[in-house]
């Protein structure tokens, strides 16, 4: 079975920092997602990252892919509060059919 | 919006009991997929349905089914049910059945008491 960890669990950071959220891949993998999900919400679609080297940015957040290392990063940029939440990594195996999820970030900014 | 729609919102139900949970994809959307997200087991893919066929099976108990209907609804059946089954289950849509986007529904809060 193919394992996500994501490091770290929680992380409290300061208004207009930068940091960088890890999910790490145990077996080689179809494609890798981001999501986040805020309090008592449902998931929303962040990034969809398809090959080695992909990286894909919106806004304060960049994410990408090196799937030699089986690891993705989330990048966040001058943080700011609206992008308190739960930032979950996830990534299918090779067929596309099957999807594990990572532990989820929980992210929280302090002004 | 995600354009998915789940009912019931919240569920409380007793040990032993069978609920039925429903979802409804996207306009054009064919697959759906079921998730449990619970405090102990974290976000757990349970099963995918693509054009009414099962199409892949996650970490789905023997005591939980699903089907999906030619209008492409689907729905979850959980049965003989336990405190652990207590969690979020959400399913989510795609187009195609090897998803570039998944788009998620809000969700049943089910509490097993």
């Known amino acids: 079975e193919l394992k996500v960890e994501q490091n770290p669990l929680f992380l409290s950071m300061q208004e207009g920092k930068n940091y960088t959220i890890y999910c790490n891949y145990s077996t080689t993998s179809d494609r890798l997602y981001w999501y986040r999900q805020d309090p008592g919400k449902s998931l929303e679609s962040l990034f969809v990252l398809l090959s080695n080297g992909a990286v894909k940015q919106e806004g304060r957040l960049m994410a990408s892919l090196d799937t030699k290392a089986r690891l993705s990063t989330l990048h966040i940029t001058a943080a700011v509060h609206d992008l308190s939440a739960t930032y979950f990594c996830a990534v299918s195996d090779t067929t596309g059919n099957q999807f594990y999820f990572g532990t989820g970030t929980s992210l929280t900014v302090i002004p | 919006d995600s354009g998915v729609t789940q009912t019931p919102k919240h569920l409380i139900t007793a040990t032993g009991q069978r609920v039925t949970l429903r979802c409804s994809p996207r306009?054009?959307?064919?697959?759906v997929y079921w998730y449990q997200q619970s405090l102990d087991q974290g976000l757990q893919f349970l099963i995918q349905?693509?054009?009414?066929?099962?199409?892949a099976k996650g970490n789905i108990l023997e005591r939980f089914s699903a089907q999906q209907f030619p209008d492409l609804h689907s729905e979850l059946n959980l049965s003989s049910l336990e405190l652990g089954d207590s969690a979020l289950y959400f399913c989510a849509s795609s187009v195609g059945g090897n998803p570039y986007e998944q788009y998620f529904g809000p969700g049943t809060r089910l509490t097993v008491t």
């Open positions: 349905y693509y054009n009414g066929e099962e199409r």
């Open positions: 306009s054009g959307d064919l697959s």
